[in-house]
């Protein structure tokens, strides 16, 4: 008998299950994530999981951990600040492929160097300002990102730029030849620029999970959800924390075939933070071609084709006071819900709900509150930034008592974005603690927080909602429309053949909405989903039953549904993908591009089978450092040609091998 432990750290609960040889089922259990300190969330997880299942922690032969701190961190923003060392590029490159606003101000060396497409060296780097900009920044910022033009072709100048960041600073360095074997040179700088801004938050969560399995007697060893859903080491997680982009809804993924069996299916996931959306084709979520998107970030890691909004339990609800109606809108900035800081600290959020119900007038801030996330690094914070944070302090206080001038808002964006300060306000959560749907937190502060909500005035002069029940029905109904958008703009980006319009246009056209009401008129409409909807996550129980019949589909809602992903965790497999190319510089030489430079070749068929080997070896030792056992390779070779003259000529060959196998489990 084998017992397997999976663990999903989410924006809002950290997920437990035990199974008993990958078949069943025996145990699970909930607790709170705790951004502070993660290892309380995951212990308190871990020890209750343990303790319903009455088992012996040196029993459990394999733990897995699936995430979607990296997620949630890139949608709302955050992450550590870093350098960008960009080699070979010019000035305008920064804005024309978005880099600059990845940057969010922080510093960027355009450096001389890089190479041509075949893997000459173009332009000698320059080490001089390398070293000049080093010395500068190599105590302001947490880690540093470097990309060099055409640096799958030949990875020389990133090497030495690495090395010189650790030799110099010491300092985690993200190079973009090692996340990724394709060119782009723009589009793997944001993936390492991502990368190294995530390194110190992974390795934090990473660390702190294995000091909590360890603790509590569990001496397996700890795998990690990639964004395709395959399983890698807990070292190899923390050297490219990129790849764990999209770990949770992966986990999901597999977790809804676990639970389901179904292979043809829509799985909508909702959690604090996101709602992931993605198909299951032939019981297999399909890898997006063109790399991972999380919020506005198209990067290179492949990962499941999923597409991520900021629509979840813990969404921040904005009142739109515009038109005669008015309204609320949801997300995408995640919030700590007014029932849940009511619980932690129910003297404050009582005390200042009550001072506002007392003012006769609504005030900017009502039902607002902010506390700071403690135990965080403070690198590079500017004056304003880190007064606003003193003044905080270790306390959770309301909004309107902290901010004393309109340009500290600015300041406190900054320091939301970096992860340092936590914003409370009203969500949907509050919302369904109104309605009786929910019981686990403070219903009466949920009560006075949507009450104040309510009582704003629209375009018309009248106050949005008659009572805080009105408030948090108008929330939810807010919530199933969005869900909806969501699930049909899945729908018809995957959906053949194309419609020739955008999803989100298509998802919003009133077609589209006319006929999923039923129109009948001289025209008759009629729209729904012809594949199942999986839904999954803590809520979806509460939410999801509207929303499969707003869109006409049938809702499925699995046992275990709200655990889904800490399942897929532990059921997972472990893949390892290499990629290389070869091409052709000249008449009858062909050129294999790899980690220690081109290496020429006079016959293509030795050049394609000694990259083929290169890459068998790289990939079989890939899979043996994440834990695979019975390890499988498969080789694809996409070799592309054309016709000159009556006679073929080679243009480049890319081959990409697979090595796959389950998880190696300790003895018991």
């Not at 880690?143 to 030799?167: D, I």
């Not at 609504?362 to 996330?373: I, K, L, Q, T």
Request: charged share 20%; proline share 4%.
């Amino acid at each position: 008998m084998s017992l397997l432990l999976g663990v999903d750290t989410g924006g809002t609960y950290t997920d437990a299950v035990l199974l008993r040889d990958e078949a069943h089922v025996i145990a699970s259990a909930k607790a709170l994530t705790t951004r502070q300190d993660l290892a309380i969330g995951i212990g308190a997880a871990v020890r209750s999981v343990l303790k319903e299942a009455d088992v012996d922690p040196a029993q459990v032969s394999l733990a897995s951990l699936s995430t979607t701190l990296a997620t949630n961190a890139l949608v709302e923003g955050q992450g550590g600040r870093v350098a960008l060392i960009y080699i070979g590029f010019r000035a305008q490159d920064l804005e024309a492929h978005g880099l600059a606003a990845a940057l969010r101000g922080d510093p960027v060396l355009i450096c001389a160097g890089g190479h041509d497409h075949a893997g000459q060296e173009q332009v000698t780097l320059d080490e001089a300002a390398l070293r000049a900009f080093l010395a500068a920044q190599g105590s302001q910022v947490s880690a540093f990102a470097v990309a060099s033009q055409f640096a799958t072709r030949n990875p020389a100048h990133e090497l030495r730029a690495a090395a010189l960041v650790q030799e110099l600073t010491g300092r985690p360095v993200s190079a973009s030849h090692q996340l990724s074997a394709k060119l782009n040179g723009p589009k793997r700088a944001m993936t390492a620029l991502l990368n190294a801004r995530l390194v110190g938050m992974i390795d934090r969560l990473i660390g702190r999970a294995e000091t909590i399995l360890k603790t509590s007697g569990i001496v397996a060893p700890m795998m990690v959800v990639r964004g395709d859903g395959a399983l890698i080491s807990a070292a190899q997680a923390r050297a490219r924390p990129i790849e764990t982009i999209l770990s949770g809804p992966a986990a999901s993924l597999v977790g809804a075939r676990w639970l389901t069996g179904a292979d043809h299916a829509l799985v909508s996931d909702i959690g604090g933070t996101t709602t992931d959306v993605a198909l299951l084709k032939d019981g297999r979520p399909s890898i997006d071609p063109a790399g991972a998107q999380v919020g506005p970030y198209r990067t290179m890691v492949e990962a499941v084709a999923m597409r991520t909004s900021g629509l979840g339990g813990d969404s921040a609800v904005s009142v739109v006071q515009d038109g005669l109606a008015g309204g609320v809108v949801l997300g995408p900035r995640r919030v700590l819900p007014v029932s849940l800081l009511g619980q932690d600290a129910p003297e404050v959020v009582h005390a200042a709900l009550d001072r506002a119900l007392r003012s006769t007038t609504p005030g900017e801030h009502d039902a607002r509150f902010v506390r700071a996330v403690q135990g965080q690094s403070q690198e590079g914070l500017g004056p304003r930034e880190a007064a606003l944070l003193e003044r905080i302090a270790d306390r959770t206080l309301p909004l309107g008592d902290v901010l004393r001038a309109r340009i500290e808002h600015g300041a406190l964006n900054r320091l939301v974005a970096r992860g340092l300060v936590q914003l409370g306000g009203v969500t949907p959560t509050d919302a369904s603690h109104v309605l009786g749907v929910l019981a686990d937190w403070d219903t009466a502060a949920a009560e006075k927080a949507l009450y104040l909500m309510a009582r704003k005035r629209v375009g018309s002069g009248d106050v949005l909602a008659g009572s805080a029940r009105q408030m948090a029905k108008m929330i939810v109904d807010q919530l199933t429309d969005q869900t909806v958008l969501a699930l049909l703009e899945t729908v018809f980006a995957e959906d053949t053949p194309d419609f020739g319009l955008p999803p989100a246009e298509l998802a919003r056209h009133v077609l589209t909405q006319r006929a999923l009401r039923g129109h009948h008129g001289l025209l008759r409409l009629h729209a729904g989903l012809s594949v199942p909807v999986v839904g999954l996550g803590a809520s979806a129980p509460s939410y999801y039953p509207v929303v499969g019949k707003a869109i006409g589909a049938e809702m499925v809602l699995p046992e275990h549904a709200g655990v889904a992903n800490a399942i897929g965790a532990v059921v997972g497999r472990v893949t390892m993908r290499r990629a290389g190319t070869v091409t052709s510089p000249g008449e009858g030489r062909y050129r294999t591009h790899l980690e220690a430079g081109p290496q020429d070749y006079t016959d293509r068929a030795r050049a394609l089978d000694a990259l083929e080997q290169h890459l068998r070896e790289d990939a079989r030792a890939a899979a043996q450092a994440a834990g695979a056992d019975d390890i499988q390779l498969s080789v694809t070779r996409d070799i592309k040609v054309a016709g000159v003259e009556a006679r073929e000529v080679f243009i480049e060959a890319v081959i990409t091998v697979e090595a796959a196998g389950r998880p190696r489990v300790a003895a018991g």
